[in-house]
């Protein structure tokens, strides 16, 4: 066996050759099958990349089928602490099944998080992850706007503080208007915002679209796309040049 820590301090104990693994963060799912796809033996019915993933699903992020999950026998359950039930995570430890916990809230946190747990479980950092670090590594030196980024309506919230996704955004110059607000994510009455330029809407995890989000603003709204604003792995290396695009 090994040790190693996750990003919540917990010690992970993992045999010395991981073979299995259950994902239950799409995120983490792409990024281990990115790097070696034979080790995912089971992930949520929301892990669509990659496209050919061709696994057992054990339902969703917040209501996994644990049951389904022990049959699978993985040396470790890859999950997120936002994302994830704490609940269904202790039900698993309990078990016997290792859980490595991921919680980045800045992009440099999310590039070091995944760089821990790949070498954990795999042995080394993938090329692609060597490519998404260079890719972040140049600062942003234009224009800046204020942003309000709703996540869901009825009822409508927000990105408050302290996201991954804020921290991404102001990496290419979209600075959160409520980036100071004691919610992570607050809900928010769209005719009484602070004073903003644009609004960023992600088609994830509420489905925004031209046609569902921009009426509701008195600015100009901007649909991008939710899996660069608010996924960590293999999507970084494009997500700086496609979100810049879609935000233009």
């Not at 259950?22 to 099958?33: N, Q």
């Not at 019915?45 to 022990?70: E, S, Y």
């Not at 919680?103 to 490519?131: H, Q, Y």
């Not at 700086?240 to 233009?248: E, P, W």
């Amino acid at each position: 066996m090994k040790s190693a820590y996750d990003d919540l301090r917990d010690v992970v104990e993992l045999p010395r050759e991981v073979r299995r693994v259950v994902s239950i963060v799409p995120s983490l799912t792409e990024s281990i099958a990115a790097t070696h796809p034979a080790l995912i033996v089971g992930a949520t019915d929301w892990c669509t990349h990659p496209a050919d993933l061709d696994v057992a699903r054990v339902r969703g992020t917040k209501n996994p089928d644990l049951d389904r999950i022990l049959e699978l026998a993985p040396d470790v359950v890859v999950a997120n602490a936002e994302e994830n039930r704490a609940d269904d995570l202790d039900a698993l430890r309990a078990a016997g099944i290792a859980v490595w916990v991921t919680a980045p809230t800045t992009v440099p946190a999310a590039l070091d998080s995944l760089g821990r747990m790949l070498s954990a479980i795999i042995g080394g950092e993938p090329p692609w992850l060597d490519e998404a670090r260079a890719v972040w590594s140049a600062p942003y030196d234009g224009i800046r706007r204020r942003a309000v980024i709703p996540i869901w309506r009825r009822p409508w919230m927000a990105l408050g503080r302290d996201t991954f996704a804020g921290d991404l955004l102001a990496r290419i110059g979209v600075d959160n208007v409520l980036r100071e607000w004691a919610e992570r994510y607050p809900r928010i009455d769209p005719d009484a915002l602070p004073e903003y330029d644009v609004v960023v809407l992600p088609d994830e995890p509420y489905a925004f679209s031209p046609d569902d989000g921009p009426e509701a603003f008195d600015r100009p709204a901007r649909c991008v796309s939710g899996r660069h604003l608010t996924w960590y792995g293999p999507s970084l290396v494009e997500a700086r040049a496609v979100l810049t695009g879609q935000l233009a």
